[in-house]
């Protein structure tokens, strides 16, 4: 065979199958695509779910990139029928867009000129949330909207804080607790009730079991416990009356205030100016509320002050920070308005005077002076006080029925609450400001 006679036909041939090739990979590298879910009002259905998808995708070891101001916060996931099937399981919007598109994304971001920053988000959160065993998930916000969003937690309580068992979660959540050993300061209006005769008697119990005579003492334990936490580099997030009774505590170490419905003896003499503001996470100079009969801990709260605030017009702002300088601030903050609903709660708001310079303000109402969700540092830690019980239900009583997040889907009261939970799993940079 004359093979001189086909070595040109061969070569051509070859030489066709190559541009072939790669035209074909170069069709490929255009069409690779990414998963956009966007954040804003106009585009998401689902707010609340989305972050469970974004939490989800950490789970299975891919990052993900949080678009800081971009589209009211959006995700940059990787392409995956897997996730682009999660996402029209539970509901969520989302846009498969190229590796082009998704560059020119992040070029625009990183323009000087806009605020906005992309955060590597890296490994999901291990979430503990600090409440009895016994409450149902509708009895706090928190435990609500990460069921909602099927974001997986473990509920931990006095025990397993005492036993340092802390040490196994990322995130903390400080439930609706009174951590001053006053009960909520519930005696008043509800002393005579059998659920607080019941829990009254199982706080007193389980004290014994852990080896204290008081309720306040063992609290006392717990706050401190907590501290050591989030100065070692946790980070913890409270609500309502967490927030306040948490701060109290710590000042109050040592030093008896309870009177003699809460703890059989009577409080300390002039306790007030015993108290220790050093040891606070974000409070100082406060004066706790000595009548025993009063629904309040101390001046901290703005519940009783907010004659200038009716209800349809009750707002608070969340504060503009700069992504590229502040990106912490500004992650806590993402939302698809800057005006969000307000709620009250035993411990509605913090009133501005007491907080401490050191801590930020992220959100507050003008009008009353008060600030509705604050952030700060205690050592290698962070914590966020976020005043209120439930963002969509405005006054919340006991024995209200829960509130039912399908048909709030897009709160933003609840998207604080999960930017908090995210949080940690953000690569982290040094914070400029």
Not at 301 to 328: C, G, H
Not at 396 to 425: C, M, Q, W
Request: hydrophobic letters at 40%; one cysteine or more; glycine letters at 6%.
């Amino acid at each position: 065979m004359n093979l001189d006679f086909y070595l040109p036909v061969l070569s051509k041939l070859l030489y066709r199958r190559l541009l072939v090739l790669m035209f074909l990979m170069g069709s490929w590298s255009s069409f690779a695509s990414n998963i956009l879910i966007p954040m804003d009002a106009e585009s998401q259905k689902n707010h609340l779910k989305a972050y469970g998808i974004t939490f989800w995708v950490l789970t299975k070891q891919q990052k993900v990139q949080w678009l800081l101001n971009y589209r009211g916060g959006a995700f940059l996931l990787p392409d995956g029928e897997s996730i682009r099937k999660e996402c029209q399981i539970r509901g969520v919007s989302f846009e498969v867009i190229s590796d082009a598109k998704a560059l020119s994304i992040l070029e625009g971001i990183s323009s000087p000129s806009k605020n906005q920053e992309a955060v590597i988000l890296e490994k999901a959160p291990r979430i503990a949330v600090y409440s009895p065993k016994d409450n149902q998930p509708w009895d706090d916000a928190v435990t609500m909207v990460l069921s909602y969003a099927e974001i997986p937690y473990d509920k931990v309580y006095d025990e397993e804080v005492l036993e340092d068992k802390l040490v196994l979660y990322d995130w903390l959540h400080l439930h609706h607790e009174d951590f001053t050993g006053q009960y909520g300061k519930f005696y008043g209006a509800y002393r005579a009730t059998p659920w607080y005769i019941e829990g009254k008697r199982n706080a007193e119990a389980l004290a014994a079991k852990l080896g204290y005579s008081k309720v306040s003492e063992q609290k006392r334990d717990v706050a401190l416990k907590i501290r050591n936490y989030v100065i070692g580099g946790g980070f913890m997030f409270a609500m309502c009356s967490a927030t306040d009774s948490f701060d109290i505590a710590l000042a109050a170490a040592g030093v008896d205030i309870c009177e003699p419905m809460f703890d059989g003896d009577p409080s300390e003499a002039n306790y007030q100016n015993k108290l220790d503001f050093e040891s606070t996470f974000a409070f100082t100079n406060f004066t706790l509320e000595r009548n025993p009969l009063q629904y309040e801990f101390s001046s901290i709260d703005m519940t009783n002050k907010r004659s200038r605030v009716p209800k349809e017009s009750d707002y608070f702002s969340l504060m503009d920070f700069s992504a590229k300088w502040d990106p912490i601030p500004t992650m806590l903050c993402q939302n698809h308005t800057a005006l969000v609903k307000g709620f009250m709660g035993q411990t509605t708001a913090f009133t501005r005077e007491e907080i401490k310079p050191t801590v930020l303000v992220l959100g507050e109402n003008k009008i009353n002076g008060e600030a509705r969700y604050i952030h700060g540092i205690k050592g290698k830690g962070f914590f966020t006080f976020y005043g209120g019980h439930d963002p969509e239900d405005y006054q919340h009583r006991v024995g209200d029925p829960k509130t039912e997040l399908e048909l709030h889907p897009t709160s933003p009261g609840y998207r604080l609450i999960l930017n908090n939970v995210l949080f940690p799993a953000a690569r982290k940079k040094k914070q400029k400001t």
